[in-house]
Nanobody, 120 residues
Framework: VQLQASGGGLMETGGSLRLSCAVSGTIFAVSVMSWHRQAPGKQRELVAAITNDGSSNNADSLKGRVTISRDNAKNTVYLHMNGLKAEDTAVYYC???????????????WGQGTLVTVSS
């Protein structure tokens, strides 16, 4: 199972970003998908999570600026964030809970991370 994130880069203050993350490989089912971020010198934190029926949860500090969505047919999760601030600069990681085979266990997989830099 592999997770490939894309969409990072240099962003402007006040702008918006859209990240995507596709799960590939041997997949029987995908449960919760989520985005996390780690700013320089800080611990990794949850940005948003979404279940396979579309129920989502965002970090309280980001409510109103973040939308998470997913395409179950493509095993892809998206993150849209607006009103970007310098403190949004971080490496953004996607994660997914995946069952690779029908008789297998649910395991957590992580993408490689995509750097988002917000500059004025």
């Amino acid at each position: 199972v592999q997770l490939q994130a894309s969409g990072g880069g240099l962003m402007e203050t006040g702008g918006s970003l859209r990240l995507s993350c596709a799960v590939s490989g041997t997949i029987f089912a995908v449960s919760v998908m989520s985005w996390h971020r780690q700013a320089p010198g800080k611990q990794r934190e949850l940005v948003a999570a979404i279940t396979n029926d579309g129920s989502s949860n965002n970090a309280d500090s980001l409510k109103g600026r973040v939308t998470i969505s997913r395409d179950n047919a493509k095993n892809t999760v998206y993150l849209h964030m607006n009103g970007l601030k310098a403190e949004d600069t971080a490496v953004y990681y996607c994660s997914a809970v995946v069952r690779a085979r029908s008789e297998g266990s649910w395991d957590v997989y992580w993408g490689q991370g995509t750097l988002v830099t917000v500059s004025s």
